[in-house]
């Protein structure tokens, strides 16, 4: 028999012990319902608010920086003939920094050497793990377009991408405070007569009871 979860808002005088974990649970989930759950109106329309708004701005920094990346590979794909089906982000960077592949693998060549001083195969197995060669390669065709068009395309999308985890670490806040506040500065008496969990009548499931 399948199992149903039914969420269902109806009027009930019943109370349940569980009234505060339900609350605390809810601050978690989607924060401002624990207090609206508890009767604490404005504060819960406040925090939801906050959530809407915090939510937009991860959503709208997040797009802004993958379409900033994307802008930047195309870039690099017709003035550097890079290979952008690549997805190794250090490929990317070394983009930036190098106006060409040979420059890139010749670094590259520099780091064998230091690390491996006596081991010539050691030497090559670098060389040819880090390097880029074939339809890896590229080749600006000026300096200008490297600097001002890709470099700083990706720098943009870096600065939306920093954005988008401030309004990541914005919604863990939110939550946090609608648990705290849920869990110390709501009145036990706003707990009462409100909440309960009861066995469904007509299917197997449980109802979440809430009297306004």
């Not at 019943?14 to 649970?25: D, E, G, T, V």
């Not at 080749?139 to 470099?151: L, T």
């Amino acid at each position: 028999m399948n199992f149903i979860l039914s969420i269902l808002l109806i009027v009930t005088p019943q109370a349940s012990p569980s009234r505060r974990n339900l609350a605390l649970f809810s601050s978690l989930v989607l924060p401002g319902s624990g207090e609206l759950l508890t009767g604490a109106k404005k504060r819960g329309e406040a925090l939801l608010w906050l959530d809407g708004i915090f939510w937009t701005g991860w959503a709208g920094f997040s797009w802004y920086r993958t379409s900033r990346e994307q802008d930047a590979r195309l870039i690099a794909k017709r003035y550097a003939d890079a290979d952008i089906t690549i997805t190794d982000h250090r490929y990317y960077r070394a983009l930036e920094i190098y106006d060409n592949a040979q420059q890139f693998n010749e670094d590259i060549q520099r780091e064998a050497r230091e690390l491996y001083p006596n081991d010539p195969d050691a030497q090559r197995r670098y060389y040819e793990t880090h390097g880029y060669f074939g339809t890896a390669q590229w080749d600006w065709c000026s300096d200008s377009i490297r600097i001002k068009s890709y470099w700083q395309t990706r720098r943009i999308a870096r600065r939306a991408g920093m954005n988008a985890s401030f309004f990541a670490a914005a919604l863990v806040l939110n939550r946090l405070v609608s648990f705290f506040d849920c869990l110390f500065f709501l009145p036990e008496s706003r707990l009462s007569n409100r909440i309960e969990f009861k066995p469904t009548e007509n299917h197997a499931g449980i109802e979440l009871r809430y009297r306004f």
